[in-house]
């Protein structure tokens, strides 16, 4: 610290903490004056208020309001009672705190005086009384300017651009974010300059650049760690991004990182009840009620005893959210219940209108959807037109649900032009924000905001009995990340790096719970960190803002295209699965049954294949009477009326595990699995290369797998060339067989990109819990859909002989996610997989059938068909 000025020390704070530490420290220890002294204090209370003890922090601080008075200066006692009064405030103290910072900005002159009224709008901020933080920023502002005090000039307009972001004016806070960060370059304060990173993120946010947002606030917490400060405000920025890409559980697990944190530092209470309140938003986003409810009321709690009226009040929308997300769906609340949550909606209304929270919106839908329920009409009306107001302002999200509202009305109002003209405007916003995104997990969380108004307009569509329509409207929004083409991560040598790191974990991983060797928990943390780097890189990418096909009469050339064939489109509306069936010009509606019912039987099915899948031998009896339950729950009566052409079955995304070829109508007749009947049409219009290897590979561990790809090889004039235990990759004439050591990701990724056969006989894994890391085994470790992103373009055809190699979660509105999708997005026309457990044993001479039909010119759904047998294992994805 110089001796010349001794305030170098409090510049020091947030620029460089742990030399601040040590040259307060030292301050005390030489016993100066009580002018430095005081300053050193206060460098102290600073360090344990950010960035340790509150308590320890108020000490400091108090002491060193008696070293300020004992100096005699005015303006040192005032700016110390200032930080005082910040660090009372956020221990929730809020009534001490808002004193010692009217006592400072009383005593204190000049710039200090101006210093003084920007911490005490930070106060009011926090607070919620922004009209007040706006009122202390109009003077300290421009002071600070004139002063050209560049720090806290940029602090201030960065506090100012925050006040204005709660109000909803997102352009101005935009250009005090810019201005600030301007100003900061020009300076040596790194944590400020940090800061002004991780504010330009959040203005990202909110006007809706989602992957600019996760890159300004990644390189935001680069800088707070190389400085050693943790900042849990970036911990709730990015909670809230997360909330708005859909990814709810990121989020709530975050936030309970960050309490967790801020619990063993005993840091701020005003963070813990923000830190709260944002993870009840995110249990209630995850259709987590209880949750939400439990978080909530304890931040509100906090808020109150923090005297925090804007904050308790936003607490208080949860927990009525909440509350109402508990009700049965489709049952009205009981009358008492409903009553007492219709009026404090309305209330809570009314005062976030008086707040000035751009959220109002919100408690008017809730109050218009209670009503609704309630049958209040007239309510109903009054609070869900104040709520579609918002429906031409604000960001995307926002948007939407103005339009939700404006839905709900036309359909209280039995107006049905309106009503769809509502549900396909907010549509058309979803998928314009979602176009943003390159990562195909983003995209496709994005739909589920749209997934209630496609069910208001298949709901009128139904009672009005226009089937044609209700499949151009199930269409719209049924794997629809399918329909916009693939935006390929771009060349990253961090990515690659990444995914050669991961199959090296998971590579060691294997080996080590195979030995019983201690070190597997070590390799498992290895292993999460690596794929948190892996998922984080791919969230980042952009989008082309290419939009994808959409086509509302999509329905004439998909009859045209069937010819002879069926189309079966399975539809849920309200807990009733329908079956629409397409073919010879019409489209015909049946009702299956109970969704529930059809859930239940896919299950049973699933777990008995599980078994049945370890005996050579399986009773075909069982297999009969398992087909036939699921049959009948799945189609009901229009499993005898699918004529005796080409199958096409297009099931939501909640039914796709099903084993269909147990199905007896399909199981003795061609048939493809589709996620959508777009997607069948774009697959059926891929064109073949007329060039490229057929490749082969031989994962490592799979039994049966050398024969498997010996006679398919065989089958293709390679095997003759073949030497007995092969132990490299041998290119045969169009025949490339990978095995022995050399099928690893980066080999075999570079043979089947653009090949028009590849077949990959390998260990697969289906991971539910973050489907784009289902992965197949090689020799280097897991081949991941992350990896299958980055080809240039897809195999044309491709067979991946492994357990359960088929499998998609179903996610967002009514997509899909998984290695199958990766590749359907890329291009490939046909995929034949399994979803259920496969015997490796019985498996090779379907296999070996499979190939000789497609020597011989026979589609893939045609040549499998013939190739089946008893087999139920198998499937065909895409247009077969």
């Not at 069982?622 to 199958?647: I, N």
């Not at 973050?770 to 299958?788: E, I, K, Q, R």
């Amino acid at each position: 610290m110089s001796r010349e000025d001794p305030h170098d020390l409090l510049a020091m704070v947030f620029a460089r903490p742990r030399e601040a530490l040590a040259a307060a420290k030292e301050v005390l220890a030489e016993g100066r004056g009580p002018y430095e002294s005081s300053i050193a204090r206060q460098a102290l209370g600073i360090l344990h208020r950010e960035f340790g003890d509150l308590e320890a922090a108020i000490r400091e601080l108090r002491h060193a309001v008696r070293l300020a008075r004992r100096s005699g200066s005015a303006d040192r006692e005032a700016d110390v009672l200032a930080t005082l009064g910040i660090a009372l405030l956020h221990a929730g103290r809020t009534r001490a705190g808002l004193s010692a910072l009217d006592s400072a900005a009383a005593r204190a002159g000049g710039a200090t005086r101006a210093r003084v009224l920007f911490r005490r709008a930070g106060a009011r901020w926090i607070l919620g009384r922004h009209a007040e933080a706006l009122e202390d920023l109009r003077d300290a502002v421009p002071a600070l300017l004139a002063a050209r005090d560049t720090v806290w000039a940029a602090r201030a307009l960065t506090l100012r651009g925050h006040v204005q972001l709660a109000l909803g004016s997102v352009a101005p806070a935009e250009a005090d974010f810019r201005t600030a960060h301007d100003m900061l370059g020009t300076t040596r304060q790194e944590h400020d300059s940090a800061v002004a990173v991780q504010n330009r993120g959040v203005a990202a946010f909110r006007t809706g650049d989602l992957p600019a947002a996760l890159d300004l606030l990644d390189e935001a917490e680069r800088r707070f760690s190389a400085l050693g400060t943790p900042m849990f405000d970036l911990v709730a920025d990015r909670c809230a991004v997360l909330l708005a890409a859909g990814l709810a559980r990121d989020a709530l697990e975050q936030a309970d990182g960050g309490l967790r944190l801020l619990a063993r530092l005993r840091g701020q209470a005003t963070r813990r009840a923000e830190l709260l309140l944002i993870a009840a938003r995110a249990a209630l986003q995850s259709a987590d009620p209880v949750t939400a409810m439990e978080r909530a009321g304890e931040a509100r709690r906090l808020f109150a005893r923090q005297h925090r009226t804007w904050w308790s009040e936003h607490a208080r929308l949860i927990l009525l959210q909440a509350e109402h997300a508990t009700l049965t769906e489709g049952t009205p609340p009981e009358a008492v219940a409903g009553r007492r949550l219709l009026g404090e909606a309305r209330r809570l209304a009314g005062r976030l209108a008086a707040l000035g929270s751009p959220e109002v919106w919100q408690a008017q839908l809730l109050a218009g959807r209670v009503a609704l329920a309630l049958d209040r009409p007239d309510a109903a009306e009054r609070h869900l037109a104040r709520a579609a107001d918002v429906r031409h302002k604000g960001p995307a999200t926002t948007r939407v649900g103005g339009w939700l509202a404006e839905a709900l009305r036309a359909e209280a109002a039995g107006e049905p032009r309106r009503l769809l003209h509502a549900c396909r405007a907010g549509l058309a916003l979803i998928e314009e924000h979602r176009l943003t995104f390159g990562s195909s997990e983003l995209r496709v969380l994005a739909t589920a905001q749209g997934a209630e108004l496609v069910t208001l307009a298949q709901r009128h569509l139904l009672r009005a009995g226009r089937p044609r329509r209700l499949l151009a409207w199930t269409e719209r929004w049924r794997a629809t990340e399918l329909a916009v083409p693939a935006v390929s991560p771009p060349e990253d040598d961090r990515l690659l790096a990444q995914l050669a790191a991961l199959r090296q974990a998971e590579h060691l991983l294997a080996q080590a719970r195979q030995d019983g060797a201690a070190s597997a928990a070590a390799l498992e943390r290895d292993r999460s960190r690596l794929e948190s780097r892996v998922r984080a890189t791919t969230l980042r990418t952009r989008g082309g803002r290419v939009r994808g096909e959409r086509d509302d009469d999509r329905t004439e050339r998909l009859l045209a295209a069937l010819d002879e064939g069926r189309l079966v489109e399975l539809v849920v509306i309200d807990g009733t699965l329908h079956v629409l069936v397409c073919g010879e010009g019409t489209v015909r509606r049946h009702i299956a049954g109970p969704m529930d019912r059809a859930v239940a039987e896919v299950e049973f099915a699933r777990s008995r294949l599980r078994r049945l899948a370890y005996e050579r031998h399986p009773d075909q009896r069982e297999l009969h009477d398992l087909g036939a339950r699921l049959e009948q729950a799945l189609l009901g009566p229009t499993a005898g009326r699918l004529g005796d052409g080409p199958l096409v079955v297009v099931p939501p995304s909640t039914l796709h595990t099903t084993p269909w070829a147990l199905l007896p109508a399909l199981r003795r007749r061609p048939f493809t699995v589709a996620p959508s009947a777009g997607a069948w049409l774009r697959a059926r219009a891929a064109r073949r290369p007329d060039t490229g290897h057929i490749v082969l590979v031989r994962g490592p561990g799979v039994p049966h797998a050398d024969g498997e790809i010996r006679q398919i090889a065989r089958l293709y004039g390679a095997a003759a060339e073949i030497p007995a235990g092969d132990e490299d990759a041998f290119p045969y004439g169009d025949v490339t067989v990978l095995a022995g050591g050399r099928a690893t990701a980066p080999d075999v990724l570079a043979a089947i990109d653009g090949s028009p056969l590849a077949h990959l006989a390998a260990h697969g894994t289906f991971r539910a819990d973050s489907p784009l890391f289902s992965s197949l085994h090689l020799d280097d470790g897991p081949l991941t859909g992350y990896d299958l992103e980055r080809l240039r373009r897809a195999p044309h055809h491709l067979v991946l002989s492994s357990c359960d190699s088929g499998q998609m979660a179903p996610v967002g509105a009514d997509e899909l996610l998984g290695l199958a999708t990766a590749l359907l997005r890329l291009g490939t026309a046909a995929i034949v997989a399994s979803v259920v457990p496969v015997n490796d044993e019985t498996a090779v001479p379907v296999m070996v059938g499979l190939h000789d039909g497609l020597r011989r010119g026979l589609g893939l759904a045609e040549a499998l068909c013939r190739a089946r047998g008893d087999d139920v294992s198998f499937i065909a994805i895409g247009a077969g």
